[in-house]
């Protein structure tokens, strides 16, 4: 029998960054009792790494932008295939969310009139993102930290979820172990939201902690939930390249916002030489217009640079793969050339992008008021995710919820930068809502003891096998460096039939040998034991990500496959789901996208002209 | 390619010692890489902390050297290689293992400072003004990535163990974060004196030369809370008019 702690919440919150606070606020405000789970210690999950700011349609910089505009320019940056009903309820609800976040102690930076300071962001018509400096994640998370601490909500600090569990078929709990101590514990619970965030540790150049292991993904899919999009995968364009200790780390998209551009080794900004149809009208053609979008001009156009994150991306990777690259494999991203247009540039620099300034001081012995940094693309963000339900974000599985990046649906095939916190507070803020709701209708569950028992066996095997046999089994890390390299090299940015065949049978392979992993030591604080575990749910969004890329024949936002070149009209029409089939394999199917309602296709169209 | 060696202080509470580990190093690395590098080659179950591996979310904090300092913004070039480079524990908070210390304390004190309390909205449509001038200063508090270094470093707590009477000097960033905030409207004066004990603070600045977020804590923190205690106990026309006041 195995040994565990129970404890007892009316909703459970799985993941505590954006979402996972956001949803454990309202929860607990609504009046129900809220356990929050945080992979790591409170305060550190990856929110705090966002950095360009909270996209919302607040019209302090700009009044004539409103929420259609909001809606229209997400529903364009995801290509059409978002959840249209997510993308209305996040562009009405964020300037709210933001509001919110200000009366809870907020700090953000100010216009000339007092108000909310906004900046322009990628994708983004106006300036719409609601910004600290260029930190405004650490902000966001240490508000809602602040805020919840004083909410009576029980935190489990440094605790990871291995399994959600069941009572015919509803999910009434959750099994897991801390990981300081080692120990299983066991909560029971009459609602859970899943809010653990991405999945960028399956990629060798990521801007994520370990943390990312898709854990919330895979809990879901054993769990019967559907997942969907998972083919949309972003690489966000720059992440810094060098030293190789700090590849993958972001560089805000906040440094273009604020006038920097990409250059090549030939020092020709290449964003000009391709701009796509659906962008042309709303991007400056010429470099005088673009710099005076950055400065504020409401006349002028974006600059290239800002169009969305997968078309820089590739133009990215167009310019390396063509030898154009700069010395260490990227290109140049320069934000000191603003020197010749005003004065006191390095201290405008420093002031508006402190994080980066120190960021390639500390890191790479660059002062970027200086000269310009080397960039590359890093795997930064999934659309895809968990399944939910537009209004509820209850995913597939009753009594299951998801919010933030583990859900899906409002960024369709590709995120514009800014939507993710945004997301964060809406879709959290009503996940927990409709949790606290759902558990006053909801009695406790009964809890599977057999289900319990296999987890805890399944998780303990590794330290039988390596008791076993100390000298031969293998360890955890191998496997997951062998996964990270193959998944960038065969479903990175540039995909095709060919490469991802071979990629679903390394993970078969990979999967057989992560069944056989052994690790060695005691259960208190072992990494080794925790890369072990996690591995299972790396491996599953791996599949997932390379069979959904597989059923989408085409290219479209952050999917991009050089045997299909060209979106392709009929696959606007579906999302791609996958779910575990009866005999635990995985299925892969279209769902097709419900048709959009009369008045948001018009808004839609409006917004073209 | 050339190596170091790194003594990583290994153990639970009450034991350890430090290991001797080499392992090769190249251009640009951290100290952390070197721990991951050694944690993923020689030893699976080295304890350590981290997450974000930009200097952001303050997990990977430890003494390098003697030094706190964040692992994952210590490069290797910037110590020298010739002996080696000592890891171990914050020695403020209780050991877990190895690297790993239990902060848990830090986030208790948090609660008993009380929380913002914004004044009422200035405009109709229930938002606020305040200026960017108001707002600097509290937004340099606000840079706290919560590594709690200055926890760490503090005599009063590091030697003194003064846990159940000081708060130190993140709590004391925080509180000033909350008293200057343009909006708010508690005081929190009386227990900053009292339960919190900033006079034990006796302005040493060794929390400010740790601070990775470079918040210059003892001048623009601590010493205007000082200053505000002594004009709320200590002014003598306050006294006294606190005297007829009962």
Redesign the interface.
């Known amino acids: 029998m195995a040994e565990y702690q129970t404890s007892e919440h009316d909703v459970l919150v799985i993941g505590a960054g954006g979402a996972g606070l956001r949803a454990a606020i309202e929860a607990s405000a609504a009046g129900v009792q809220v356990g929050l789970v945080c992979k ?7 929110t ?2 966002a950095e360009g700011g909270i996209a919302a349609a607040l019209g302090t910089v700009n009044p004539a932008d409103n929420w259609k505009v909001h809606f229209a320019d997400t529903m364009r940056g995801g290509q059409y295939v978002n959840d249209w009903r997510m993308a209305e309820l996040h562009a009405k609800e964020a300037p709210t969310c933001v ?1 919110e976040l ?4 907020a ?4 216009t000339k ?4 300071l906004q900046r322009n962001f990628g994708g983004h018509r106006y300036p719409r993102l609601a910004h ?2 260029d ?1 405004t994640g ?2 966001m998370i ?1 508000t809602l930290q ?2 919840g ?2 909410q009576g909500i029980d ?1 489990h ?1 440094e605790c990871t979820i291995i399994s959600l569990l069941q009572d015919a078929g509803r999910v009434v709990g959750a099994f897991g172990y801390d990981r ?1 101590r080692g120990r299983f514990l066991l909560f029971r619970a009459r609602a859970v939201v899943l809010a653990t965030g991405g999945i960028g540790r399956a990629y060798k150049i990521t801007s994520n ?3 990312y292991t898709g854990d919330g993904h895979a809990l879901a899919y054993n769990a019967g939930a559907d997942l969907m999009d998972m083919e949309f995968v972003q690489f966000h364009p720059t992440g810094m390249i ?5 590849a993958g ?2 560089v805000t998209e906040g440094v273009r916002g604020e006038g920097g551009v990409l250059r090549n080794k030939e020092g020709r900004r290449f964003m000009f030489d391709d701009i796509p149809e659906t962008y042309r009208h709303q991007t400056a053609d010429n470099e005088e217009e673009g710099w005076r979008y950055c400065q504020g001009d409401k006349n002028a156009r974006r600059p290239p640079e800002l169009l969305t994150r997968d078309h820089v991306a590739r133009c990215i990777v167009r310019e390396i793969k063509s030898g154009r690259g700069s010395p260490h494999g990227g290109v140049f991203l320069d934000i000191s050339w603003i020197k010749e247009r005003i004065p006191n540039a390095a201290e405008h620099i420093k002031k508006k992008l402190p ?1 980066m300034y ?2 390639f001081k ?3 012995d660059i002062d970027i008021t200086t000269v310009p940094m080397e960039v590359g693309p890093t795997t930064h963000y999934i659309m895809g995710g968990i399944r939910v339900n537009s209004e509820s974000q209850m995913s597939t599985v009753l009594g299951l919820f998801a919010a933030g990046e583990c859900g899906c649906g409002l960024h369709g095939a590709n995120r514009l930068g800014g939507n993710s916190l945004s997301d964060l507070l809406v879709f959290g803020k009503r996940a927990g809502r409709f949790a606290a709701a759902f558990a006053k209708d909801h009695s406790f569950g009964t809890i599977n003891t057999d289900q319990v028992e296999s987890v805890a066996r399944w998780a303990l095997e590794p330290f039988d096998r390596g008791a076993a046999s100390p000298a031969d089994g293998e ?3 191998r496997i997951q ?1 062998e996964l990270q390299a193959k998944m960038q090299e065969l479903v990175g940015i540039v995909r095709s039939e060919k490469e991802m065949l071979v990629a679903l049978e390394e993970i078969y392979k990979m999967q057989q040998r992560a069944r056989r992993v052994s ?4 259960r ?6 925790h ?1 072990a575990l996690d591995l299972a749910s790396l491996l599953t969004v791996s599949e997932a990500i390379t069979r959904s890329a597989l059923e989408r024949k085409e290219s479209r936002g952050g999917h991009f496959r050089e045997d299909y070149p060209n979106k392709e009209m009929t696959f606007g029409e579906f999302n791609i789901v996958v779910r575990r089939g009866p005999g635990g394999e995985m299925q892969v199917v279209r769902e097709r996208i419900p048709p959009m309602p009369a008045e948001l296709k018009q808004i839609i169209e409006e917004q073209q002209r | 390619m050339t190596s170091a060696t790194f003594a990583i202080w290994r153990g639970t509470a009450g034991e350890g010692k430090f290991f001797n580990y080499t392992t090769a190093i190249s251009e640009g690395m951290v100290v952390l890489d070197a721990i991951h590098d050694i944690q993923a080659e020689q030893v699976h179950d080295l304890a350590v902390r981290w997450n974000c591996k930009a200097g952001k979310c303050g997990s990977c904090s430890a003494e390098i050297n003697g030094i706190p300092r964040l692992m994952c913004m210590t490069r290797l070039n910037s110590l020298p290689l010739d002996k080696p480079i000592t890891v171990e524990p914050m020695k403020s908070f209780p050991l877990i293992k190895d690297l790993v210390t239990d902060v848990s304390w830090n986030f208790r004190v948090k609660t008993q400072i009380k929380k913002f309390k914004p004044r009422p909205p200035d405009a109709a449509d229930g938002t606020w003004r305040m200026s960017q001038e108001d707002v600097d200063r509290v937004q340099e508090f606000r840079k706290c990535i919560e590594c709690f270094l200055c926890q760490d470093v503090c005599h009063v707590l590091r030697e003194h163990h003064l846990h159940d009477e000081f708060i130190g000097p993140r709590f004391f960033v925080y509180a000033a974060a909350l008293e200057m905030h343009p909006l708010d409207t508690e005081n929190r004066i009386e227990e900053l004196a009292k339960a919190q004990g900033i006079g034990y603070c006796n302005i040493t600045k060794c929390c400010t030369n740790v601070c990775p977020e470079s918040i210059t804590i003892t001048d623009n923190a601590i010493i205007p809370l000082k200053e505000r205690v002594v004009d709320e106990f200590y002014d003598p026309i306050r006294r006294l008019f606190r005297m007829f006041k009962r």
């Not at chain 1, 060098?242 to 700090?246: G, H, N």
């Not at chain 1, 690790?519 to 005691?522: E, F």
């Not at chain 1, 208190?524 to 034991?529: D, K, P, R, V």
């Open positions: 790591s210690l409170l305060g550190k999950a990856h705090v790494m509001r200000e009366a809870c102690g700090v953000f930076d100010r009139q007092g108000e909310i600290v400096g930190r650490l902000e240490r602040d805020h601490t004083y935190v600090m300081q902690s370990w943390e060098w030293p190789p200790s700090v780390i972001l994080s120190h960021q500390q890191l790479a360890g955890p890390y460096h690790v060695h030591g005691n208190e604080y072992n990494a080794g034991w890369t």
